[in-house]
């Protein structure tokens, strides 16, 4: 099919023709015309003019490599201070060389490969990232950001290999590489130590590799085969890796292997045996492998991260034993609760901490005057509590006295240690939220009244009815209300401290605010037992660090007064981020699309949707289309179509999505956005072409089309480098600044 | 023309007595003892407010639906003739005789009644037979829950109306399509179709997820007709035409007609006004339209004007000053300038008025003391120096070149000169020392476009110079224009859209909330009354056996799809093409009715309830029937399976109805159990009916 597309044009072209495989859209096209095709083709191709090829077509590839590696590792160094989001990524990084603790939203492997290249490259992890515009000094931070600049500069050569292989075309491939190559945006983002580049190359790689694989269908179960299938499932665990957002890759795969299938399971030449074949070498490449893999980064990620750090507080009690330095860490404390044991009770919700008390009352007018119950992040001493029998005073550490232990379903008294009262709550409102009863210290020396007594449930396995230190999740149910005893997370004015807000709940909604465990725990009638048979297995490790993350993702809400990025500003450029510099002083780096790049492509998806739309409601009225313009139009709609989908589902969900978003989460979109440009106008020119008549005017038209665009997007981008390599003078408003005349929406501040 | 002298006049009329029955046991079930209780039940407290605001056409602001079903409920109560005076403040109060219950109820349990012969409707139009139809009304006639929610003054009964009735009328309109199109009966089915669709939408903005899947069926249907080469290109265009009118442009314009109406009900102000802007309060009678009237229209050097900030969150409130001081240093230990402290007040003060002055003249410009101070870490300076009390006015919405600053109209926003700060309400409140008031910062990072950075004059007068007061009449009668006849119907409409979008309850516990993966399996339930002295309630229960079985039957078409689907991809043709057509409308209309209308509340952050299910649910019951009638046709092998399938299927909704008739006093409320009664129909734990202890 692809010669007898452009025969017009074939004379000037540079065709593949080194893969093993036949083009995915090759299978579309009847037999009489594939034999015809190769009937042309080897006619044409005499031995010698294919090495030319072949050498022109690797030449070709080199060519934007290099403009590629260049553009990208052009003035790295610079700026030498923080930019941006390296205060956290590269701060991440250092906690893997350290080797400590820390908590993000994102998944490791990111993370864990900056930090690898900052190690391999001689960086040792003191740099303290603390904001940006610190100035890096003596350390080592080109590795890192060389590491990132190299992925990032991947990403072209693979725009360049997925459209060729899509369109089989080099103008088309040549186009949306230089798209990317000459796009700022794309040019900042991959230039310093962050996520994206990795996330980029990954998503990229991995729709390389299924493009590739979609080639090698009509040679099923053969190594190039199983190589590619394999590949991406290897990319697919590494862009879900670096970030969730890694899934989007993950759907359309999934998407192209469904159809994939749906394709060769109405092929009845197909048996049910080959098909059965088919489906778990879908299944073992593209679901078990990413699996393995992605467990496997976080196998490695906990295995690194052994020291307590500043992310041990988000996780569980249990958790935290296995981190060197945690006062967790080879602890020995009796497995069991039982009655007089002295404990801390920690809430299950993230960020929420310890039950706590102090010797301050509630203020007049809010609830009773009783003692103050809060929750308090810190390890503390007024986080003590005993816990009692609700009926007797005895003392229960009287060592004539047997060892009773607290069982579920037991109903009991929790004495504040310092102060000597008991947890009690009553029916007075909560001090912030409303319908909630308020909690108190209350009774003199552990007597107090009926209102004390609370219910012990604990709410997931049950290991013999006991409760068991770190490992059970506890409720404290109130005798006489009926509430659960929650933190609601809101913080307490200043005659609460800033502490939390603890409250009883009517509502018996299985919420974690209202779920606790056992954490500290002192009894010495109990034999202490190390703390490291207690520790969580790998998977509750899994599950658990999925929960914070999903948590921490969900937590980060924007604000109400805040100017925040919408998914709308993003295709046609509408305002940048800063990455480095506010005043003229400084130097700036801004994050901002080049202008003629972005709305180039906010117009081909226009024209995509309006040709697109034009050749199937023409095939569906049954209109006979012309061989060429047959082939063109295959390509535009499976290749352009496949493009399509990419940008649309790298794009679409972040308008569902509730969380803070930013401007730069639109980059996996542009990466597809600008391929399905370079697909569009080469096939756009060529239907053009086409219509001509004469020949030579036609492939004039098309190589003119193409250069005139390669031309226009390298000089806007001379025009707009300083954004990328930075900047110092005059603020863009200023007249005498030189970028004066480029500030072409407002809303841009460079 | 005198026909009819030589042929009679013929009216032959065929009546389904069928669906007459299905109709009359509808109405009774639904319009029995309607009356009662004769006091208020569940949310017919939070309707109920908004329905007297519509009698007294005074404006208020809801963020849980369109208005279109609360004036449907209002309509009940014109027709009632009720005068809106009752206080809704309690479930459970007892309604004043004025409160014309029967009629405020009539119209939900219309719409109850109605959608038992729908169901009929829908399965016989789908190809299926009348047993299958019958069936299916029958199952609507008889779940519990659907009659407790259509006899109350609660709005899911007129959902799930006008859900059925645009599912009902696509179907008879792509029916006719086969043989007359462009048939008068064609064209009323389709446009009553967009025109249901609308009414849906416009009673819940839930109702858009049917609308969705009716677009959808829509689409598939007229691609297919793209294909079809009998018909001419003209024809085809003529055939997408008809329906991008009826389906697009139709509901748009019917979604439109409900806020004109409403607003044209509503032209009092009320209780909800703060949170409009000044042009939409000046466009109502009294309030902020009683004080603004007159005032002089432009701005000029010497006004005095009161501020108020466009986005108004978290409360409306204008920009103040007083006497008093920022303190020296911070809580957190940062320095200030201890100059006069400037918020931003949510009450009306004369602390709130403002003089503007022209800097040509004057040093100072008003008392304003540039002030910000860190919020966060991305405001973070603190400017506070003397001679820095310039500030640029831009106007962001100005129509013409003229740049004249209007009173109400002109939306502005203040730049410092020197700093080219923005004066930005931040949202957060001050510390005790600046009296919980709100904060006023000067932006300067982000000089994007954002609503709290933006403000705009409500109230305007000069001083009382003798020069000012002849300026004021030069000002005054000339440019003098009525603000309320400015403001467009679209910009009320709008604005009033999006504040209903934005508006956010903070309340998001509720005693009988749940989540939708309750619902399926009837986990929970909902009290909706209490008699205040016996054990008599109305509780909304589902009929379990009915729930069940849906939910089974939903599984079962899945399944059955996904088999035959298979099959078919490997070319065995199991069912006959017609049959296997009519299996998959009826999939897509009623399996796909039950997705759209549950899966998308996994993802809402509101409290939800158990009734939320019920337009799902609804769906669900159409489906079961079908599932039914092709086990029976296509899967009995035998004429003794059939039978026996048959009997089953009788024992089955012998049972339902059962259970029904056992849930009937909870549905109806009408007679008072026992406690050990109550007790025995609590078969589920998570079923939360009261039980009176004494």
């Given at each position: 099919?692809?010669?007898?597309?452009?025969?017009?044009?074939?004379?000037?072209?540079?065709?593949?023709?080194?893969?093993?495989?036949?083009?995915q859209?090759a299978?579309?096209?009847?037999?009489?015309?594939?034999?015809?095709?190769?009937?042309r083709?080897?006619?044409?191709?005499?031995?010698?003019?294919?090495?030319?090829?072949?050498?022109?077509?690797?030449?070709?590839?080199?060519?934007?490599?290099?403009?590629?590696?260049?553009?990208?590792?052009?003035?790295?160094?610079q700026?030498?201070?923080?930019?941006?989001?390296?205060?956290?990524?590269?701060?991440?990084?250092?906690?893997?060389?350290?080797?400590?603790?820390?908590?993000?939203?994102?998944?490791?492997?990111?993370?864990?490969?900056?930090?690898?290249?900052?190690?391999?490259?001689?960086?040792?992890?003191?740099?303290?990232?603390?904001?940006?515009?610190?100035?890096y000094?003596h350390?080592?931070?080109m590795?890192?950001?060389?590491?990132?600049?190299?992925?990032?500069?991947?990403?072209?050569?693979?725009?360049?290999?997925?459209v060729?292989?899509?369109?089989?075309?080099?103008?088309?491939?040549?186009?949306?590489?230089?798209?990317?190559?000459?796009?700022?945006g794309?040019?900042?983002?991959?230039?310093?130590?962050?996520?994206?580049?990795?996330?980029?190359?990954?998503?990229?790689a991995?729709?390389?590799?299924?493009?590739?694989?979609?080639?090698c269908?009509?040679?099923?179960?053969?190594?190039?085969?199983?190589?590619?299938?394999?590949?991406?499932?290897?990319n697919?665990?590494?862009?879900?890796?670096?970030?969730?957002?890694?899934?989007?890759?993950?759907?359309?795969?999934?998407?192209?292997?469904?159809?994939?299938?749906?394709?060769?399971?109405?092929?009845?030449?197909?048996?049910?045996?080959?098909?059965?074949?088919?489906?778990?070498?879908?299944?073992?490449?593209?679901?078990?492998l990413?699996?393995?893999?992605?467990?496997?980064?976080y196998?490695?990620?906990?295995?690194?991260?052994?020291?307590?750090?500043?992310?041990?507080?988000?996780?569980?009690?249990?958790?935290?034993?296995?981190?060197?330095?945690?006062?967790?860490?080879?602890?020995?404390?009796?497995?069991?609760?039982?009655?007089?044991?002295?404990?801390?009770?920690?809430?299950?919700?993230?960020?929420?901490?310890y039950?706590?008390?102090?010797?301050?009352?509630?203020?007049?007018?809010?609830?009773?005057?009783?003692?103050?119950?809060?929750?308090?992040?810190?390890?503390?001493?007024?986080?003590l509590?005993?816990?009692?029998?609700?009926n007797?005073?005895?003392?229960?550490?009287?060592?004539?006295?047997?060892?009773?232990?607290?069982?579920h379903?037991?109903?009991v008294?929790?004495?504040?240690?310092?102060?000597?009262?008991?947890?009690?709550?009553?029916?007075?409102?909560?001090?912030?939220?409303?319908?909630?009863?308020?909690?108190?210290g209350?009774?003199?020396?552990?007597?107090?009244?009926?209102?004390?007594?609370?219910?012990?449930?604990?709410?997931?396995?049950?290991?013999?009815?006991?409760?068991?230190v770190?490992?059970?999740?506890?409720?404290?149910?109130?005798?006489v209300?009926?509430?659960?005893?929650?933190?609601?997370?809101?913080?307490?004015?200043?005659?609460?401290?800033?502490?939390?807000?603890?409250?009883?709940?009517?509502?018996?909604?299985?919420?974690?605010?209202?779920?606790?465990?056992?954490?500290d725990?002192?009894?010495?009638?109990?034999?202490?037992?190390?703390?490291d048979?207690?520790?969580?297995?790998?998977?509750?490790?899994?599950?658990?660090?999925?929960?914070?993350?999903?948590r921490?993702?969900?937590?980060?809400?924007?604000?109400?007064?805040?100017?925040t990025?919408?998914?709308?500003?993003w295709?046609?450029?509408?305002q940048?981020?800063?990455?480095?510099g506010?005043?003229?002083?400084?130097?700036?780096?801004?994050?901002?699309?080049?202008?003629?790049?972005?709305?180039?492509?906010?117009?081909?998806?226009?024209?995509?949707?309006?040709?697109?739309?034009i050749?199937?409601?023409?095939?569906?009225?049954?209109?006979?289309?012309?061989a060429?313009?047959?082939?063109?139009?295959?390509?535009?709609?499976?290749?352009?179509?496949?493009?399509?989908?990419?940008?649309?589902?790298?794009?679409?969900?972040?308008?569902?999505?509730?969380?803070?978003?930013?401007?730069?989460?639109?980059?996996p979109?542009?990466?597809?956005?600008?391929?399905?440009?370079?697909?569009?106008?080469?096939?756009?020119?060529?239907?053009?072409?086409?219509?001509?008549?004469?020949?030579a005017?036609?492939?004039?038209?098309?190589?003119?089309?193409?250069?005139?665009?390669?031309?226009?997007?390298?000089?806007?981008?001379?025009l707009?480098?300083?954004?990328?390599?930075?900047?110092?003078?005059?603020?863009?408003q200023?007249?005498?600044?030189?970028?004066?005349?480029?500030?072409?929406?407002?809303?841009?501040?460079? | 023309?005198?026909?009819?002298?030589?042929?009679?006049?013929?009216?032959?009329?065929?009546?389904?007595?069928?669906v007459?029955?299905?109709?009359?046991?509808?109405?009774?079930?639904?319009?029995?003892?309607?009356?009662?209780?004769?006091a208020v039940?569940?949310?017919e407290?939070?309707?109920?407010?908004?329905?007297?605001?519509?009698?007294?056409?005074?404006?208020?602001?809801?963020?849980?639906?369109?208005?279109?079903?609360?004036?449907?409920?209002?309509?009940g109560?014109?027709?009632?003739?009720?005068?809106?005076?009752?206080?809704w403040?309690?479930?459970?109060?007892?309604?004043?005789?004025n409160?014309?219950?029967?009629?405020?109820?009539?119209?939900?349990?219309?719409?109850?009644?109605?959608?038992?012969?729908?169901?009929?409707?829908?399965?016989?139009?789908?190809?299926?037979?009348?047993?299958?139809?019958?069936g299916?009304?029958?199952?609507?006639l008889?779940?519990s829950?659907?009659i407790?929610?259509?006899?109350?003054?609660?709005?899911?009964s007129v959902?799930?109306?006008?859900?059925?009735?645009?599912?009902?009328?696509?179907?008879?309109?792509?029916?006719?399509?086969?043989?007359?199109?462009?048939?008068?009966?064609?064209?009323?089915?389709?446009?009553?179709?967009?025109?249901?669709?609308?009414?849906?939408?416009?009673?819940?903005?839930?109702?858009?997820?049917?609308?969705?899947?009716?677009l959808?069926?829509?689409?598939?249907?007229?691609?297919?007709?793209?294909g079809?080469?009998?018909?001419?290109?003209?024809?085809?265009?003529?055939?997408?035409?008809?329906?991008?009118?009826?389906?697009?442009?139709?509901?748009?314009?019917?979604?439109?007609?409900?806020?004109?109406?409403?607003?044209?009900?509503?032209?009092?102000?009320?209780?909800?006004?703060?949170?409009?802007?000044?042009?939409?309060?000046?466009?109502?009678?009294?309030?902020?339209?009683?004080?603004?009237?007159?005032?002089?229209?432009?701005?000029?050097?010497?006004?005095?004007?009161?501020?108020?900030?466009?986005?108004?969150?978290?409360?409306?409130?204008?920009?103040?000053?007083?006497?008093?001081?920022?303190?020296?240093?911070?809580?957190?230990?940062?320095?200030?300038?201890?100059?006069?402290?400037?918020?931003?007040?949510?009450?009306?003060?004369?602390?709130?008025?403002?003089?503007?002055?022209d800097?040509?003249?004057?040093?100072?410009?008003?008392?304003?003391?540039?002030?910000?101070?860190?919020?966060?870490?991305?405001?973070?300076?603190?400017?506070?120096?003397?001679a820095?009390?310039l500030?640029r006015?831009?106007?962001?919405?100005?129509?013409?070149?003229?740049?004249?600053?209007?009173?109400?109209?002109?939306?502005?926003?203040?730049?410092?000169?020197?700093?080219?700060?923005?004066?930005?309400?931040?949202?957060?409140?001050?510390?005790?020392?600046?009296?919980?008031?709100?904060?006023?910062?000067?932006?300067?990072?982000?000089?994007?476009?954002?609503?709290s950075?933006?403000?705009?004059?409500?109230?305007?007068?000069y001083?009382?110079s003798?020069?000012?007061?002849?300026?004021?009449?030069?000002?005054?009668?000339?440019t003098?224009?009525?603000?309320?006849?400015?403001l467009?119907?679209?910009a009320?409409?709008?604005?009033?859209?999006?504040?209903?979008?934005?508006?956010?309850?903070?309340?998001?516990?509720?005693?009988?909330?749940?989540?939708?993966?309750?619902?399926?399996?009837?986990?929970?339930?909902?009290?909706?009354?209490?008699?205040?002295?016996?054990?008599?309630?109305?509780?909304?229960?589902?009929?379990?056996?009915?729930?069940?079985?849906a939910?089974?039957?939903?599984?079962?078409?899945?399944?059955?799809?996904?088999?035959?689907?298979?099959?078919?991809?490997?070319?065995?043709?199991?069912?006959?093409?017609?049959?296997?057509?009519?299996?998959?409308?009826a999939g897509?209309?009623?399996a796909?009715?039950?997705?759209?209308?549950?899966?998308?509340?996994?993802?809402?952050e509101?409290?939800l309830?158990l009734?939320?299910?019920?337009?799902?649910?609804?769906?669900?019951?159409?489906?079961?029937?079908?599932?039914?009638?092709?086990?029976?046709?296509?899967?009995?092998?035998?004429?003794?399976?059939?039978?026996?399938?048959?009997?089953?299927?009788?024992?089955?909704?012998?049972?339902?109805?059962?259970?029904?008739?056992?849930l009937?006093?909870?549905t109806y409320?009408?007679?008072?159990?026992?406690?050990?009664?109550?007790?025995?129909?609590?078969?589920?734990?998570?079923?939360?009916?009261?039980?009176?202890?004494?």
């Amino acid at each position: 099919m692809p010669p007898a597309v452009g025969e017009g044009l074939a004379g000037s072209e540079l065709r593949p023709r080194g893969g093993r495989c036949g083009s995915q859209a090759a299978r579309a096209v009847s037999a009489d015309v594939a034999a015809e095709t190769t009937a042309r083709s080897s006619k044409r191709s005499a031995p010698g003019s294919r090495r030319f090829e072949a050498a022109g077509q690797w030449a070709l590839l080199a060519l934007v490599t290099l403009m590629s590696f260049a553009t990208r590792f052009h003035r790295l160094d610079q700026p030498p201070h923080i930019c941006w989001d390296e205060t956290h990524f590269g701060k991440m990084g250092s906690y893997y060389i350290n080797r400590t603790f820390f908590f993000d939203v994102h998944p490791p492997l990111g993370k864990m490969l900056i930090g690898l290249a900052g190690y391999l490259s001689g960086y040792d992890g003191t740099f303290s990232f603390q904001k940006p515009g610190d100035k890096y000094e003596h350390h080592s931070y080109m590795g890192m950001r060389g590491f990132c600049a190299f992925l990032g500069s991947l990403l072209i050569p693979f725009a360049y290999l997925t459209v060729l292989e899509l369109s089989r075309s080099l103008p088309a491939a040549l186009l949306a590489a230089a798209l990317l190559t000459f796009d700022t945006g794309c040019l900042t983002l991959s230039q310093y130590i962050l996520l994206d580049p990795i996330l980029m190359f990954f998503i990229m790689a991995a729709m390389l590799s299924m493009v590739k694989y979609n080639s090698c269908a009509s040679r099923p179960f053969s190594a190039p085969w199983w190589f590619w299938l394999s590949l991406t499932g290897v990319n697919l665990a590494g862009a879900l890796g670096v970030k969730f957002v890694g899934l989007f890759i993950v759907l359309q795969v999934g998407w192209n292997t469904l159809s994939d299938l749906w394709h060769l399971f109405g092929d009845l030449s197909v048996s049910m045996v080959t098909m059965g074949k088919h489906l778990a070498a879908r299944i073992l490449c593209l679901i078990v492998l990413p699996l393995a893999l992605y467990t496997a980064t976080y196998a490695v990620h906990f295995m690194v991260l052994n020291k307590s750090g500043p992310g041990d507080g988000f996780f569980s009690s249990a958790f935290q034993a296995r981190l060197a330095g945690n006062n967790l860490h080879n602890a020995s404390i009796p497995e069991h609760l039982a009655y007089g044991s002295v404990i801390t009770v920690k809430n299950l919700r993230m960020a929420i901490g310890y039950l706590h008390s102090h010797r301050h009352l509630y203020p007049e007018g809010i609830g009773a005057r009783q003692q103050q119950v809060t929750t308090y992040l810190h390890k503390d001493y007024n986080n003590l509590w005993i816990i009692k029998k609700h009926n007797t005073n005895s003392d229960p550490l009287d060592p004539s006295l047997p060892v009773e232990f607290v069982r579920h379903g037991d109903i009991v008294r929790l004495e504040h240690k310092e102060t000597s009262r008991n947890l009690h709550s009553h029916y007075h409102e909560a001090p912030l939220t409303r319908k909630h009863y308020q909690v108190t210290g209350y009774g003199i020396n552990g007597t107090g009244d009926s209102n004390d007594f609370w219910r012990i449930e604990v709410v997931n396995r049950k290991f013999g009815n006991r409760i068991k230190v770190l490992r059970s999740r506890i409720r404290l149910i109130h005798l006489v209300t009926g509430c659960v005893l929650g933190s609601s997370g809101k913080v307490l004015p200043k005659w609460g401290w800033e502490q939390l807000e603890v409250t009883c709940t009517p509502y018996l909604k299985e919420t974690l605010g209202s779920v606790w465990n056992v954490e500290d725990h002192i009894n010495p009638k109990l034999p202490n037992i190390s703390l490291d048979v207690l520790q969580p297995s790998f998977p509750e490790i899994m599950l658990e660090s999925h929960m914070v993350m999903i948590r921490g993702n969900n937590g980060l809400k924007p604000k109400d007064n805040e100017f925040t990025s919408k998914p709308w500003h993003w295709p046609i450029n509408y305002q940048g981020l800063r990455f480095s510099g506010i005043n003229d002083t400084d130097f700036r780096v801004y994050l901002l699309g080049n202008p003629v790049v972005w709305w180039l492509n906010l117009l081909s998806v226009a024209l995509y949707l309006l040709s697109g739309g034009i050749i199937a409601v023409a095939v569906q009225r049954g209109a006979r289309l012309p061989a060429q313009v047959e082939g063109l139009s295959q390509v535009l709609l499976r290749g352009g179509g496949q493009l399509l989908f990419g940008w649309m589902i790298h794009y679409f969900p972040f308008f569902l999505m509730g969380r803070i978003l930013y401007f730069h989460h639109y980059f996996p979109a542009m990466l597809f956005s600008c391929m399905l440009t370079g697909v569009l106008w080469d096939t756009l020119l060529r239907l053009c072409a086409w219509s001509l008549a004469s020949s030579a005017l036609a492939r004039g038209v098309h190589a003119l089309g193409i250069l005139s665009l390669l031309l226009g997007i390298a000089y806007s981008f001379y025009l707009f480098h300083p954004l990328a390599y930075g900047m110092v003078g005059p603020l863009a408003q200023d007249p005498r600044s030189p970028m004066a005349g480029l500030r072409w929406l407002e809303s841009w501040d460079f | 023309m005198l026909g009819f002298l030589r042929r009679p006049v013929m009216v032959t009329a065929d009546i389904n007595l069928n669906v007459v029955a299905l109709t009359v046991v509808g109405l009774l079930s639904r319009l029995w003892q309607l009356a009662y209780p004769r006091a208020v039940v569940f949310d017919e407290v939070y309707y109920g407010q908004y329905l007297s605001f519509y009698m007294k056409r005074i404006f208020f602001l809801d963020g849980s639906g369109p208005p279109f079903g609360h004036m449907l409920l209002a309509l009940g109560g014109y027709l009632g003739g009720f005068d809106g005076n009752f206080l809704w403040n309690r479930i459970g109060a007892e309604y004043s005789s004025n409160v014309p219950v029967w009629s405020l109820r009539l119209l939900p349990a219309l719409a109850g009644a109605l959608s038992v012969p729908m169901a009929y409707q829908i399965v016989w139009e789908l190809g299926f037979s009348h047993c299958a139809a019958t069936g299916a009304a029958l199952l609507v006639l008889i779940e519990s829950a659907l009659i407790t929610q259509s006899r109350l003054m609660l709005l899911e009964s007129v959902l799930i109306f006008f859900n059925l009735l645009a599912v009902l009328s696509y179907l008879k309109f792509s029916n006719s399509q086969k043989h007359r199109p462009f048939s008068a009966s064609w064209c009323f089915w389709l446009v009553l179709t967009g025109v249901a669709c609308s009414c849906a939408v416009g009673v819940k903005y839930v109702g858009v997820f049917t609308y969705l899947l009716v677009l959808g069926v829509a689409a598939v249907h007229a691609w297919l007709l793209i294909g079809d080469r009998t018909l001419s290109n003209v024809c085809v265009l003529g055939h997408l035409l008809a329906r991008a009118v009826a389906l697009l442009v139709v509901p748009v314009l019917m979604y439109l007609l409900f806020f004109y109406v409403h607003l044209a009900l509503l032209c009092r102000s009320g209780p909800h006004d703060q949170i409009m802007s000044s042009a939409f309060q000046a466009s109502l009678e009294g309030g902020l339209a009683r004080i603004t009237q007159g005032q002089p229209l432009e701005v000029a050097y010497g006004s005095q004007v009161t501020l108020k900030n466009v986005f108004g969150k978290p409360v409306p409130c204008w920009l103040h000053s007083h006497q008093n001081t920022y303190p020296m240093i911070y809580e957190n230990g940062r320095g200030s300038s201890h100059q006069q402290q400037v918020t931003c007040y949510p009450f009306k003060d004369v602390n709130n008025w403002w003089i503007v002055k022209d800097p040509g003249r004057h040093d100072v410009a008003a008392p304003l003391s540039p002030h910000a101070q860190e919020v966060s870490c991305y405001v973070n300076y603190n400017i506070s120096m003397p001679a820095q009390n310039l500030w640029r006015l831009e106007i962001v919405n100005r129509e013409s070149d003229s740049g004249v600053w209007k009173t109400i109209l002109s939306q502005v926003r203040l730049v410092h000169v020197n700093t080219s700060a923005i004066l930005k309400l931040s949202g957060a409140h001050l510390p005790d020392w600046g009296f919980r008031q709100l904060e006023v910062v000067g932006e300067k990072l982000a000089r994007g476009y954002h609503e709290s950075t933006v403000w705009n004059v409500e109230e305007h007068r000069y001083g009382k110079s003798q020069e000012q007061e002849e300026r004021e009449l030069e000002l005054h009668s000339p440019t003098q224009t009525d603000i309320s006849r400015n403001l467009s119907f679209m910009a009320r409409f709008l604005e009033l859209q999006w504040r209903m979008l934005t508006l956010r309850s903070d309340d998001l516990e509720h005693k009988y909330s749940s989540t939708p993966l309750d619902w399926v399996t009837l986990d929970t339930s909902v009290a909706y009354w209490l008699h205040p002295q016996t054990g008599a309630q109305i509780h909304l229960l589902g009929n379990i056996v009915i729930w069940a079985s849906a939910s089974l039957a939903t599984l079962a078409y899945v399944l059955l799809f996904l088999w035959y689907l298979l099959r078919r991809r490997r070319s065995i043709f199991d069912l006959p093409e017609d049959s296997w057509l009519r299996w998959v409308l009826a999939g897509a209309l009623c399996a796909g009715g039950w997705a759209v209308n549950y899966l998308p509340f996994f993802m809402m952050e509101k409290t939800l309830f158990l009734y939320h299910y019920l337009p799902a649910l609804t769906f669900q019951l159409l489906l079961l029937p079908v599932v039914v009638e092709h086990v029976s046709h296509h899967l009995c092998r035998s004429q003794l399976q059939r039978s026996l399938f048959h009997a089953l299927v009788v024992a089955w909704f012998a049972s339902a109805c059962h259970v029904s008739n056992m849930l009937r006093p909870l549905t109806y409320g009408d007679r008072s159990l026992s406690p050990s009664e109550l007790r025995a129909l609590r078969w589920k734990d998570s079923w939360d009916i009261l039980i009176r202890k004494h």
